[in-house]
């Protein structure tokens, strides 16, 4: 994986938890800061 490729998936993966909600919900990427290491990527809306 070429440094570019690194970076623009970092940056994404990045972008997705900041924009992500965090709480109770079903969808919720995590809770309290603490981000779900189980996150179904599909569900979540991301095309992986």
Sequence with gaps: M???DTLQR???TLRFFD???QGT???A???KDFW???LDMR???LDV
């Design 2 to 4: 070429s440094h570019a």
């Design 19 to 21: 924009a992500s909600a």
């Design 10 to 12: 970092t940056v994404a």
């Design 25 to 27: 919900e079903v969808d």
């Design 43 to 45: 569900r979540a809306g």
């Design 29 to 31: 990427a995590g809770y």
């Design 36 to 38: 779900f290491h189980f």
